[in-house]
């Protein structure tokens, strides 16, 4: 069996992901700053927000696994700079330092969302962004680029699309490594009701009429899973919707 970290895994999509993953037969150490609810065959405390932290918790990591899912997250009503450093400079730190413990023939997994859709609009900012190399030099291209409160959600799912595209080649060619995001529709999770202080009653609403639910997030866990099987070995550098339909309806 593989062994796959899922961060996240304390809450919502990720738990679903540890739980099928596990009933797959795949060893999963979780990475949360929070407990998790679940068995696990490990589990690392961590914040997932600052690089001293992230670094602390990668030195607690198996030596070697075979993917990463980068789930934690949170939610648009959090502090710009929050939502920026767990997001988006988190990650992408994570990553990182974790890529040279992924095994050949390893996956890397981000959960972006539907709301990260609009990149192509601020496509130089994002390359821009992506460009700027580790934690620090991420966070002073942000702090000489501030990014609004009311859109920082979007902001960052939109920049992890783009760096995940811009990145994920290298590191299949160097490194053997895959890395794609799938992008959720609304899930009913504990983070569901921020999304209308987010965006609003009305865009709610109208999303709402698009689409027949909200998804549970065992129908968003089983496409992350399998992103880490081998039967995903030509797939990297893609960004799959799983929305009930709903991104197709903004065509
Ligand atoms: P959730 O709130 O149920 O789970 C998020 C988990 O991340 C929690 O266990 C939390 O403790 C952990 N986390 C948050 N900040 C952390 C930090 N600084 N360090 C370590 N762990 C941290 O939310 P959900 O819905 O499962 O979200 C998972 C991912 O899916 C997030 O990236 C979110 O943006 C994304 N997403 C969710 C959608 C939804 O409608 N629920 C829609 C589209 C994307």
Request: aromatic fraction near 8%.
């Amino acid at each position: 069996g593989k062994t796959i970290v899922v961060t996240g895994v304390s809450s919502g999509i990720g738990a679903e992901v540890a739980r099928i993953a596990r009933f797959g037969g795949a060893r999963v150490i979780g990475v949360d700053r929070n407990d998790p609810s679940l068995t696990l065959d490990g589990f690392v405390k961590a914040d997932l927000g600052t690089a001293a932290a992230i670094d602390a918790a990668v030195a607690q990591l198996p030596a070697r696994f075979d993917a990463l899912c980068n789930i934690a997250g949170v939610p648009g009503t959090a502090p710009a700079g929050l939502v920026a450093d767990v997001n988006y400079l988190g990650l992408r730190h994570l990553s990182e330092q974790a890529l040279p413990r992924i095994a050949r023939g390893g996956s890397i997994v981000n959960v972006a969302s539907i709301l990260g859709a609009e990149w192509p609009q601020r496509l130089a900012l994002h390359k821009a962004l992506a460009a700027a190399q580790g934690f620090e030099a991420g966070a002073r291209w942000l702090r000489d680029h501030p990014v609004p409160q009311q859109t920082c959600y979007q902001y960052f799912k939109e920049a992890l699309i783009v760096w995940s595209a811009t990145q994920s080649q290298k590191w299949l060619l160097e490194h053997g490594v895959r890395m794609n995001c799938v992008a959720p529709g609304p899930v009913f999770t504990p983070i569901l009701g921020d999304f209308v202080s987010m965006l609003g009653e009305e865009r709610v609403q109208a999303d709402a009429h698009r689409m027949l639910r909200p998804g549970f997030a065992d129908e968003i866990a089983p496409l992350i899973a399998w992103l880490c099987s081998d039967e995903a070995r030509w797939i990297s550098g893609a960004n799959i919707p799983v929305d009930g339909g709903l991104a197709s309806t903004y065509i």
